[in-house]
């Protein structure tokens, strides 16, 4: 029988096996990729939001089905978000692993996406150098793709490599190629904020001028206008206000930081910042008294905070300005709390700084002794201390040498002083032995007095008793002594009654007398005269001398005119005395008290000059 050409059955069940096979591998092959790509999904979900273990699972998940798939391009991109994740989860190696399978040989370096993972695992593996050359790579082909906001994120990321390498200029340029790339893609406030950090490390080499890094500033402060949120605003106005410390343009700094201070107050530790530098501005513009507040804010903000190390710097400021001020005791307190402030928190840099303080107080006080210990305590905490300037430990040397020149100058000159004090005490031990050596003597010499008058007195009576029987009479006359007037004649009539008296009752008379003039005298007697008077001349002569020194009782020097011839006007020998109280003191005592006065105006000016 023949064949009419049409298909057997059996071939009609073949085909029918065959094609709902395809069809189902074809479900099968779509049901996985929908898997990946869910899987896919979640994974990325869950990096966003910190979840990096379940991130892990899902991509893990992602690649066995992409394995199973067979499909090299889907293996290649699960391969890719796998190393991504363990780079993000903190397994760079484990990352950098995964990320060479994603896309081998040179087809892979026109990948923008895989160098910027590259590089993110190069640097979680403090490889800088080969991470910042995947970042640069990954940043030009960002820029030939025309992704701008991609380019400033690994201008960024490039920047903090070069920061890791201490190339400050590199970092400085990366910054403001990402400021520019920003500023293309329309996000100025990301602009400003990368101009902000480039004026930053500007300052810190010599590439830039600053005029330069004024010019960055201030465009960093025009895009600023364009930032909305008010901390990311008072975080980049202080740090603006810093770099502008650094210019030692203090005033546009200050601007800053008052422009920082009602932005920080939903943040306690930045506030505590904002007002530390506020007070230290202050403090360098010389507003000493603006700055106290500041201070006191800002160390008690940061006391509450628990950051002692910040209250300790605090403090240093607050003793600065208050010794700036005269207040010398407090400034020691606010030192002293800095000191402890800066032991708590193990900061030698600090200790010595306020020991330095305190020294500089206690020199200002006039105490070197402290001062001198204060300053070797400074000068050993900074030989703990690294990569400090030579300078520093050369003014804590030259400052101890200055204390210990104050001491010595100080101890030198108390010894003038002592000595005066010493002096001054003997003077009037002396001036005590004078005195009372001279009352001494003043008694005994009244006593001899004494003695005298009344022997002369008896003389006297023996002599006139004797004249008075005499045949002729004596005509001439005696040189008066003081007011006793002594007659020049004496009749031949019987003694006085006056002259019977006892010769103690003129003991307190001054009855001297002195040589009788021979010119004056009658010939005939001035042998007689001669002999009879010339011992008691010269006791006379002696006795008068030492009177002249006594200033108590002064003799009249009034001379009264010649007694009459006659005897019935004669007077009668008597003394005229005249007695003058001492009103003031004795000479030596105003000569001493001068001298005393002299000696302490000595000890005044120098202690003076030692204050």
């Known amino acids: 029988m023949a064949s009419d050409g049409s298909p057997s059955p059996d071939s009609q069940k073949k085909k029918k096996k065959t094609s709902r096979k395809g069809k189902e591998e074809d479900a099968e092959h779509a049901q996985v990729q929908v898997d990946i790509e869910s899987l896919t999904a979640s994974g990325h979900h869950a990096l966003q939001h910190g979840y990096y273990s379940d991130a892990l699972e899902y991509f893990k998940k992602a690649f066995k089905a992409a394995v199973e798939l067979k499909e090299t391009k ?12 363990y780079v993000e989860a903190g397994k760079p190696q484990k990352g950098l692993d995964f990320l060479s399978r994603a896309e081998p040989g040179e087809r892979g370096e026109r990948v923008a996406d895989l160098q910027f993972n590259l590089a993110a695992a190069h640097e979680a593996l403090k490889d800088y150098a080969q991470a910042a050359r995947h970042y640069l790579q990954a940043a030009q ?3 030939s793709q025309g992704d701008g906001s991609s380019e400033g994120d690994t201008c960024v990321r490039l920047a903090h490599c070069h920061l890791r390498r201490k190339e400050w200029a590199e970092a400085a340029e990366s ?5 520019e790339s920003y500023k293309v893609a329309g996000k100025s406030a990301s602009a400003a904020i990368a101009l902000k950090d480039a004026g ?16 960055v500033l201030t465009e960093c402060l025009e895009l600023s206008a364009n930032i ?3 901390e990311t605003l008072g975080k980049l106005y202080n740090a603006v206000g810093l770099s502008f410390s650094q210019l030692k343009l203090f005033p546009e700094a200050t601007e800053c930081y008052e422009l920082a201070l009602p932005l920080v107050h939903s943040t306690p530790r930045r506030l505590a910042v904002v007002l530390q530098n506020l007070g230290a501005v202050h403090n360098i513009l010389a507003q000493y008294q603006q700055s106290l507040e500041y201070h006191r804010e800002a160390a008690a903000l940061h006391g509450s905070l628990g950051s002692r190390r910040a209250q300790g710097r605090c403090f240093c400021n607050l003793g600065c300005a208050l010794s700036e001020l005269g207040e010398l005791e407090e400034a020691g307190e606010s030192y002293l709390h800095a000191q402890q402030a800066f032991k708590d928190s193990d900061d030698s840099s600090g200790q010595w700084q306020a020991c330095e303080g305190l020294a500089g107080i206690r020199m200002r006080m006039r105490e070197p002794e402290k001062a001198i210990i204060y300053y070797k305590q400074a000068l050993a905490l900074l030989s703990k201390c690294k990569d400090v300037s030579s300078s520093v430990q050369e003014r804590l040397v ?8 104050l001491k010595l100058a100080m101890q030198q000159r108390a010894h003038p002083a002592r000595r005066a004090i010493q002096e001054r005490s003997f003077h009037r031990q002396q ?3 004078t005195d009372t050596r001279n009352a001494n003597e003043t008694v005994d010499e009244h006593r001899r007095r004494e003695v005298l008058n009344s022997q002369r007195i008896e003389d006297s009576s023996q002599e006139d008793f004797t004249k008075q029987f005499r045949p002729t009479e004596i005509y001439g006359r005696r040189k008066p002594h003081g007011d006793i007037m002594i007659p020049s004649r004496i009749p031949k009539t019987e003694q006085p009654a006056y002259l019977n008296a006892l010769p103690e009752a003129n003991r307190n008379l001054n009855n001297t007398y002195e040589k009788p003039d021979v010119h004056c005298q009658n010939p005939t007697d001035s042998h007689i005269i001669s002999q009879q008077d010339q011992p008691m001349c010269d006791s006379s002569k002696q006795n008068t001398d030492e009177l002249t020194s006594e200033p108590l009782l002064v003799e009249s020097t009034e001379i009264s005119p010649p007694a009459p011839l ?3 006007d004669a007077t009668p020998l008597q003394r005229r005395l005249k007695s003058r109280f001492c009103t003031g003191e004795p000479e030596l005592r105003p000569l001493w008290r001068r001298e005393d006065n002299f000696a302490l105006l000595l000890i005044l000016t120098e202690s003076a000059d030692a204050i």
């Open 200 to 215: 930053n490390h500007m300052l810190q080499c010599d590439h830039f001028t600053s005029d330069d890094v004024i010019a």
């Open 398 to 405: 030259n400052k101890l040498s200055a204390a210990l020149q």
């Open 74 to 85: 889907v293996q290649r991109a699960c391969a890719f978000n796998l190393g991504a994740a």
């Open 228 to 230: 909305t949120e008010q």
């Open 141 to 143: 082909l960002y820029r």
């Open 431 to 433: 001036l005590r032995m």
């Open 175 to 179: 910054y403001l190629r990402a400021a």
């Open 566 to 568: 006659d005897s019935r």
